[in-house]
């Protein structure tokens, strides 16, 4: 499976961005597609998640501002990130995980700064 990123880029504060994750290859029809984020020094966080069918999980940091969703038929995965804070910035990675195999992004980096 790979994962093409696309979408990253500087934004100021309270700005919106749109990051978008293809999938191609051998698909599962069972599987969950995430977000990382991944700042220099600390360890790579979910951010957020989403299954095959839909089901949603939000990193408590990104509630209410950030929305994951999928396009089942194009193997895309999207992450709506709305009203941005400087700690948002990072590299922003997308995963597939299906059966017990987890394929990783090239990342995307974010940066939120005015």
């Known amino acids: 499976v790979q994962l093409q990123a696309s979408g990253g880029g500087l934004v100021q504060p309270g700005g919106s961005l749109r990051l978008s994750c293809a999938a191609s290859?051998?698909?599962?029809?069972?599987?969950?597609m995430s977000w990382y984020q991944h700042v220099p020094g600390k360890q790579r966080e979910l951010v957020a998640a989403?299954?095959?069918?839909?089901?949603?999980t939000y990193t408590d940091s990104v509630k209410g501002r950030f929305t994951i969703s999928r396009d089942n038929a194009k193997n895309t995965v999207y992450l709506q990130m709305n009203s941005l804070k400087p700690e948002d910035t990072g590299v922003y990675y997308c995963?597939?995980?299906?059966?017990?195999?987890?394929?990783w992004g090239q990342g995307t980096q974010v940066t939120v700064s005015s």
């Open positions: 995963s597939y995980a299906a059966r017990t195999s987890v394929y």
């Open positions: 989403i299954s095959n069918s839909g089901s949603t």
């Open positions: 290859g051998s698909i599962f029809s069972i599987n969950v």
